[in-house]
């Protein structure tokens, strides 16, 4: 059974920093993997999508790696600032015919001003 | 603006009563889902439907009920019989089926039930 894990649960940095999120997955054979955002009481807003065939996607300050064979994502923002502190959630796909997700408990990230 | 309607906000549930709550899209999405979620546990998928008038148990269905009359439209019915029905409900939409591209899951604001 897949199951999705993301550490640290909660990071706290100072604005300007650099940063890196983590998110393991036990089984390799997935379809495509999703880094969400989530401010509270919201809903989810999607970030990155990697496909399986790809080894990471750009957008912005974030940079999403993946190492399938290993079972890691790394979400990495740049140069962080205050209106990044959110959750962040990554999910997968599982190998299949629908677009069912998988999702980890996601990290509580705050940047400091 | 196209995008993903849940209402209402907050909800309130009396003891043995059913809820429903809405969930619209205009985004001409094929596939929709249900999610629920505790805090610490993640999201947790509820039901989903690939298309009109078709739809699947997700991993935590007990207690819940969907209808998928039209393609805009997926609502989620709380049922007496869920008896820890607390919880942050997300409606979800997304572009394919099956293997028909990489398409994320976009998300509607959410829907905070209750008990009175």
């Known amino acids: 059974k897949q199951e999705v894990t993301q550490i640290p649960a909660a990071l706290s940095v100072p604005e300007g920093e650099n940063l890196v999120l983590n998110c393991s997955f036990t089984?390799?054979?997935?379809?495509?993997l999703q880094w969400f955002r989530q401010d509270p009481g919201k809903g989810l807003t999607s970030l990155l999508l990697i496909q399986s065939s790809q080894r990471e996607q750009t957008s912005g300050r974030l940079n999403a790696s993946l190492d399938k064979s290993s079972g890691r994502s790394t979400l990495y923002i740049a140069a962080s600032q205050p209106g990044d502190s959110a959750t962040y959630l990554c999910?997968?796909?599982?190998?299949?015919?629908?677009?069912?997700?998988?999702f980890g408990t996601g990290t509580l990230l705050a940047v400091q001003p | 603006d196209g995008g993903i309607t849940q209402s209402p906000k907050y909800l309130f549930r009396k003891e043995g009563q059913n809820v429903t709550l809405s969930c619209e899209q205009n985004?001409?999405?094929?596939?929709m889902y249900w999610y629920r979620q505790d805090p610490g546990q993640g999201l947790r998928l509820i039901y989903y439907s690939q298309i009109v008038n078709d739809f699947q148990k997700g991993d935590i269905a007990e207690g819940y009920s969907v209808s998928r009359e039209k393609k805009e439209s997926f609502p989620l019915t709380v049922t007496s019989a869920q008896k820890n029905p607390t919880a942050f409900y997300l409606c979800a939409s997304s572009i394919d089926i099956g293997s028909v591209g990489n398409q994320p899951q976009h998300f509607g604001d959410g829907t905070r039930l209750s008990i009175l």
């Open positions: 999910a997968v796909r599982p190998g299949g015919a629908t677009n069912k997700l998988i």
């Open positions: 985004l001409n999405h094929d596939a």
């Open positions: 089984d390799s054979a997935i379809y495509n």
